[in-house]
């Protein structure tokens, strides 16, 4: 891997990697992918977020759907894990609750397929400062 | 369209369940099923203007609907494309009717800070954390600033620290910089003991850059080259993650030798700790990391003047690093825009216990308990009311009813006879006793005192076993006496902080709830019915038919009786298991 030698080395590839992630979430791009983020901290993955993950990697594979799908840590909604994120292409992202193999089904043949919401959303109530 | 309706336990009890059936009835009679989709979530972390109506695609945000509210929506909302002014949300500051829930950002009552990344990046990958700016505040530091004027920023930023005491963190810092030596060391507090906390676990699992980044800020800033992160082994994957984060910032180049050209040396390597209570207080760790037993030394001399190795070291918590990069980036005075006069920017809470939104949070300095607990946490389980929250765990002390509307922070907490602590916070409900809740941080302080100095050592035992005694049944006023007396004795006289605020629970519950301490004492009864041994089963002649039922299920054979007369218990040889009330259809056994 390259080393950065100096902020201005940083600065350019903090640009690269943002607009890769901006191409992927403006959707404005055919290659514009559904994106996906498993909380993977201990309390999700103590409740099942591993499965969780596994199954949707395989199943959006299958299903043939553009998709990426990541870890990420606590969303912070502990009572209600294993907990996911969609983010389908030119959207907000929408959190959802309680997700076992049979809600990742739900959630990937009506919101992910057809857009329309389930049931187990989180609404997202905390603001994240933007850096 | 979408219409959310919340399906959090605050807005269920208000009738959201049947919200939800008005709308599918009147949405069907208008044969718009097709169009308009109507979904149950969670809470929105709103539960006081409850029950909540969101409507998508265009951000409406109703706020206390009744189900008579539903068939204006559809005819006006749905139908027309016309809100209904009078359920928005009204603007506390200004009155103003907010009709995009994207415009109320404020209504959020939490800002993460401190977690900013997690849930957001993977924190496998550091190109993300990269994206959202990291590594940005070290560049910047190292090109733009002196030690002396980073020292300044985190100063004026008001930075306290996260890991209970609350110390200024850029004094800290300033101190260790002017003590001159060879070496000196970062090191990086993870030991997390207080039960029910992981909020130092979470941000490590969710973003552990930030740590690794504000480190080396601090090395650069006292003038250490090494930092070293001192994590309880039982964090298997906090330490997974924070490996993989430090290789792939040595592979970057963000640690190790001349940092981005700057010719500033930094590296960090990790210790694991056996999960002892006390090793989180900084002297003991320091001592566990240099190989001996985790036991305390007297302060001074303080870690920042002799340390670990004997050198100069800056002992600081997670939370309180993960706060550092932001603050250099965003500017103290954004910083210090943020909470209360003398307490700083946010502070993340694990809230635990008999509430319904068990997880973490992370709310502004001065945001009262009331938000926390009943708009934030969604209120109290199964609808009990609210008791008491603990905050500071086994060091800390019980907030009430009359604290509710008290702004969190570092000095009123104080004043209110607890303390922050690290961010744990236990609710209780009207089911618990707070007899037993001092006991239960009793025992864990037994098990978790050193040993090292008799206060501490004998002390604590000797008030864990008058806690059961209260508990049992068998305690005097004057054993209430000694309590309390021996309780400020064992504070004055600890030698570290463990021992110093072991009796905090028992002072708060004490000067709380006396009366539920009194209860104990003179009536032998636990008013909330907990202290086994206070309570006796009995059955009421007039409701017992004589089913059997609690005979047949009793593990002990305790209770006598013939068909269909009323049935007797034997105090003598029940043994409290509750089984009988269980399985009595008629109510006629109660808890005396
Ligand atoms: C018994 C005891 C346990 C402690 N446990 C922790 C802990 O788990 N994590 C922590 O950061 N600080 C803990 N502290 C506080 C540390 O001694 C120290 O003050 C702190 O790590 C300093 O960091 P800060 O200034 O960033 O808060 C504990 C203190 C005592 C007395
Ligand atoms: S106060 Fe307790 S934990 Fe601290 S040194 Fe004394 S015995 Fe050990
Ligand atoms: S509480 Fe348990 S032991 Fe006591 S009478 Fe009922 S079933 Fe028997
Ligand atoms: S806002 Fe509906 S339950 Fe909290």
Same mark, same amino acid.
Request: charged share 25%; glycine share 10%.
């Given at each position: 891997?390259?080393?950065?030698?100096?902020?201005?080395?940083?600065?350019?590839?903090?640009?690269?990697?943002?607009?890769?992630?901006?191409?992927?979430?403006?959707?404005?791009?055919?290659?514009?992918?559904?994106?996906?983020?498993?909380?993977?901290?201990?309390?999700?993955?103590?409740?099942?977020?591993?499965?969780?993950?596994?199954?949707?990697?395989?199943?959006?594979?299958?299903?043939?759907?553009?998709?990426?799908?990541?870890?990420?840590?606590?969303?912070?909604?502990?009572?209600?894990?294993?907990?996911?994120?969609?983010?389908?292409?030119?959207?907000?992202?929408?959190?959802?609750?309680?997700?076992?193999?049979? $809600?990742?089904?739900?959630?990937?043949?009506?919101?992910?397929?057809?857009?329309?919401?389930?049931?187990?959303?989180?609404?997202?109530?905390?603001?994240?400062?933007?850096? | 369209?979408?219409?959310?309706?919340?399906?959090?336990?605050?807005?269920?009890?208000?009738?959201?369940?049947?919200?939800?059936?008005?709308?599918?009835?009147?949405?069907?009679?208008?044969?718009?099923?097709?169009?308009?989709?109507?979904?149950?979530?969670?809470?929105?972390?709103? &539960?006081?203007?409850?029950?909540?109506?969101?409507?998508?695609?265009?951000?409406?945000?109703?706020?206390?609907?009744?189900?008579?509210?539903?068939? +204006?929506?559809?005819?006006?909302?749905?139908?027309?494309?016309?809100?209904?002014?009078?359920?928005?949300?009204?603007?506390?500051?200004?009155?103003?009717?907010?009709?995009?829930?994207?415009?109320?950002?404020?209504?959020?009552?939490?800002?993460?800070?401190?977690?900013?990344?997690?849930?957001?990046?993977?924190?496998?990958?550091?190109?993300?954390?990269?994206?959202?700016?990291?590594?940005?505040?070290?560049?910047?530091?190292?090109?733009?600033?002196?030690?002396?004027?980073?020292?300044?920023?985190?100063?004026?930023?008001?930075?306290?620290?996260?890991?209970?005491?609350?110390?200024?963190?850029?004094?800290?810092?300033?101190?260790?910089?002017?003590?001159?030596?060879?070496?000196?060391?970062?090191?990086?507090?993870?030991?997390?003991?207080?039960?029910?906390?992981?909020?130092?676990?979470?941000?490590?699992?969710?973003?552990?850059?930030?740590?690794?980044?504000?480190?080396?800020?601090?090395?650069?800033?006292?003038?250490?080259?090494?930092?070293?992160?001192?994590?309880?082994?039982?964090?298997?994957?906090?330490?997974?993650?924070?490996?993989?984060?430090?290789?792939?910032?040595?592979?970057?180049?963000?640690?190790?030798?001349?940092?981005?050209?700057?010719?500033?040396?930094?590296?960090?390597?990790?210790?694991?700790?056996?999960?002892?209570?006390?090793?989180?207080?900084?002297?003991?760790?320091?001592?566990?990391?240099?190989?001996?037993?985790? +036991?305390?030394?007297?302060?001074?001399?303080?870690?920042? +003047?002799?340390?670990?190795?004997?050198?100069?070291?800056?002992?600081?918590?997670?939370?309180?690093?993960?706060?550092?990069?932001?603050?250099?980036?965003?500017?103290?005075?954004?910083?210090?825009?943020?909470?209360?006069? $003398?307490?700083?920017?946010?502070?993340?809470?694990?809230?635990?216990?008999?509430?319904?939104?068990?997880?973490?949070?992370?709310?502004?300095?001065?945001?009262?308990?009331?938000?926390?607990?009943?708009?934030?946490?969604?209120?109290?389980?199964?609808?009990?009311?609210?008791?008491?929250?603990?905050?500071?765990?086994?060091?800390?002390?019980?907030?009430?009813?009359?604290?509710?509307?008290?702004?969190?922070?570092?000095?009123?907490?104080?004043?209110?006879?607890?303390?922050?602590?690290?961010?744990?916070?236990?609710?209780?409900?009207?089911?618990?006793?707070?007899?037993?809740?001092?006991?239960?941080?009793?025992?864990?302080?037994?098990?978790?005192?050193?040993?090292?100095?008799?206060?501490?050592?004998?002390?604590?035992?000797?008030?864990?076993?008058?806690?059961?005694?209260?508990?049992?049944?068998?305690?005097?006023?004057?054993?209430?006496?000694?309590?309390?007396?021996?309780?400020?004795?064992?504070?004055?006289?600890?030698?570290?902080?463990?021992?110093?605020?072991?009796?905090?629970?028992?002072?708060?519950?004490?000067?709380?709830?006396?009366?539920?301490?009194?209860?104990?004492?003179?009536?032998?009864? &636990?008013?909330?019915?907990?202290?086994?041994?206070?309570? $006796?089963?009995?059955?009421?002649?007039?409701?017992?038919?004589?089913?059997?039922?609690?005979?047949?299920?009793?593990?002990?054979?305790?209770?006598?009786?013939?068909?269909?007369?009323?049935?007797?218990?034997?105090?003598?040889? &029940?043994?409290?298991?509750?089984? &009988?009330?269980?399985?009595?259809?008629?109510?006629?056994?109660?808890?005396?």
């Amino acid at each position: 891997m390259a080393k950065i030698k100096s902020l201005d080395d940083l600065r350019v590839m903090k640009e690269s990697f943002q607009s890769k992630i901006n191409l992927r979430e403006k959707g404005e791009n055919p290659g514009s992918h559904v994106q996906i983020k498993v909380a993977m901290a201990t309390c999700g993955i103590a409740s099942g977020a591993k499965t969780v993950m596994e199954f949707m990697m395989e199943e959006l594979e299958k299903r043939g759907i553009e998709s990426v799908v990541t870890q990420t840590g606590c969303m912070g909604y502990c009572y209600a894990e294993p907990t996911i994120e969609v983010k389908l292409p030119g959207q907000e992202p929408v959190v959802f609750g309680y997700v076992d193999t049979k $809600k990742a089904d739900e959630i990937i043949e009506k919101y992910i397929k057809n857009g329309e919401l389930v049931e187990g959303i989180i609404p997202m109530n905390y603001e994240t400062i933007d850096n | 369209m979408h219409l959310l309706v919340c399906g959090g336990t605050g807005c269920r009890a208000s009738a959201s369940d049947s919200i939800i059936e008005k709308f599918k009835t009147e949405i069907a009679a208008k044969g718009l099923e097709n169009d308009v989709q109507v979904i149950l979530t969670g809470c929105f972390g709103f &539960c006081e203007k409850g029950p909540i109506v969101k409507v998508l695609p265009d951000n409406t945000f109703y706020t206390q609907v009744k189900p008579e509210d539903v068939a +204006e929506i559809v005819a006006e909302h749905v139908i027309k494309g016309r809100k209904v002014n009078r359920l928005l949300y009204i603007d506390p500051t200004n009155q103003e009717k907010i009709s995009d829930a994207k415009h109320m950002g404020f209504y959020r009552k939490q800002i993460r800070i401190a977690l900013r990344n997690c849930g957001v990046i993977n924190p496998e990958n550091v190109d993300e954390y990269i994206a959202r700016d990291g590594y940005h505040a070290i560049g910047k530091v190292l090109k733009e600033y002196t030690p002396a004027q980073t020292i300044d920023i985190i100063k004026k930023s008001g930075l306290r620290g996260r890991g209970g005491g609350g110390f200024p963190t850029g004094l800290k810092w300033e101190i260790a910089s002017k003590n001159a030596a060879d070496q000196k060391y970062v090191v990086c507090n993870a030991d997390e003991g207080d039960p029910g906390a992981f909020m130092d676990r979470s941000v490590l699992e969710g973003d552990p850059h930030s740590v690794l980044e504000a480190m080396a800020i601090c090395g650069y800033c006292i003038g250490a080259t090494q930092g070293v992160i001192y994590i309880r082994a039982e964090y298997p994957l906090a330490i997974t993650r924070l490996k993989i984060a430090i290789k792939q910032a040595r592979e970057y180049g963000l640690l190790g030798k001349d940092i981005m050209g700057s010719g500033f040396d930094f590296d960090i390597t990790l210790r694991y700790g056996a999960g002892a209570f006390v090793c989180g207080e900084e002297t003991s760790l320091i001592h566990s990391m240099e190989g001996l037993r985790g +036991e305390p030394t007297n302060k001074p001399p303080f870690p920042a +003047e002799s340390g670990y190795l004997g050198k100069p070291t800056n002992v600081n918590n997670v939370e309180t690093f993960a706060s550092v990069p932001v603050i250099i980036l965003k500017g103290a005075d954004w910083f210090s825009s943020i909470g209360t006069e $003398k307490s700083k920017g946010t502070k993340v809470f694990a809230l635990a216990g008999k509430i319904n939104n068990v997880g973490l949070i992370e709310v502004p300095m001065g945001t009262t308990l009331r938000e926390v607990i009943f708009e934030i946490g969604g209120g109290i389980k199964n609808g009990k009311k609210f008791k008491a929250a603990q905050t500071g765990g086994p060091s800390g002390g019980c907030l009430t009813e009359k604290h509710l509307d008290t702004p969190i922070d570092f000095d009123n907490l104080i004043a209110a006879g607890s303390m922050m602590g690290s961010g744990g916070m236990i609710v209780m409900d009207e089911d618990d006793c707070m007899v037993s809740i001092a006991k239960f941080f009793l025992e864990f302080t037994v098990e978790e005192s050193c040993g090292k100095c008799a206060p501490c050592r004998i002390g604590n035992k000797r008030l864990y076993e008058i806690l059961e005694r209260i508990t049992n049944g068998e305690g005097t006023m004057e054993e209430l006496e000694r309590l309390r007396n021996l309780s400020l004795v064992i504070k004055d006289t600890s030698l570290c902080g463990l021992g110093q605020t072991s009796p905090n629970p028992v002072l708060s519950t004490m000067d709380n709830f006396y009366n539920e301490y009194l209860a104990h004492v003179n009536d032998k009864k &636990c008013p909330a019915g907990q202290c086994k041994s206070l309570m $006796k089963y009995v059955v009421e002649p007039e409701a017992c038919v004589g089913c059997t039922a609690c005979a047949r299920n009793c593990p002990v054979n305790a209770i006598s009786g013939e068909r269909k007369k009323p049935h007797l218990i034997d105090t003598a040889i &029940c043994i409290k298991c509750g089984a &009988c009330i269980e399985k009595c259809k008629f109510n006629a056994i109660s808890i005396k």
